[in-house]
């Protein structure tokens, strides 16, 4: 891992991630989000302030890179509910069967190489009941944003991570093993078309 990826990558993300549209969008998810948590991209913990500990038993934070994972602990340490940060990829996740009340994604299943097969890795862990919750960003309906996000993506994903704009977040969900049950979409305000279309709602296993 380059010195880049290990110690500014991080915090390149963690403020991409924190723009004012993009907090409004975590407002909008979070409060959906309840019981055995497993987040999947815990990231810099952006979403802790938008959770709400009286519904949230437990959450397992899963952040793969080492360097996200520093700031993944430090977040940890102020939630008002347990918080346990792993290291291992969505892929390889090694919690019990059914499990989990909620996985809950955001701007996540951008950057996971291959985001169905996380997907469906993920779906056994999930009670018959379970929800996923999700906010992503990704291929806009417009053909001239499609165009620019075709155009940018190479550059982009050298530096920010592996991020894709080019992902059908539904399909991907679908492809993972998933119905989406609900899910709004929209252009975030103040932000480029390419990188700023975003689709959240709810989905559960097919
Ligand atoms: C753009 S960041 C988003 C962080 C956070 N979810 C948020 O909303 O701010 C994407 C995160 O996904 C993580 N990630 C990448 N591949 C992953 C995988 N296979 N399994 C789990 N997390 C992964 C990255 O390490 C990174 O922290």
Known sequence: MGLYSRYILPHVINCACGTRPIERQRKK???????????LGFGSGRNLPYLDPQKI??????????GMRALSVKAAKTAAFPVEVRSEFAETLDL???SIDTLFVTYTLCTIPDPASALRATRR???????VIFCEHGLAPDAEVQKTQRGVEPMWK?????????RDVKGV???GGFRVESSEAMYLPKTPRFAGFNVWGVARAA
């Open 96 to 98: 019990p069967d059914a």
């Open 173 to 175: 969900l679908e492809s």
């Open 29 to 39: 998810v979070a409060p959906l989000v309840e019981g055995v948590v497993l987040e």
């Open 57 to 66: 038993t437990k959450l397992y934070a899963l952040e793969p890179e080492a």
């Open 158 to 166: 050298r530096f920010a991570g592996g991020c894709h704009l080019t």
């Open 125 to 131: 862990l999930l009670k018959p009941q379970g929800r």
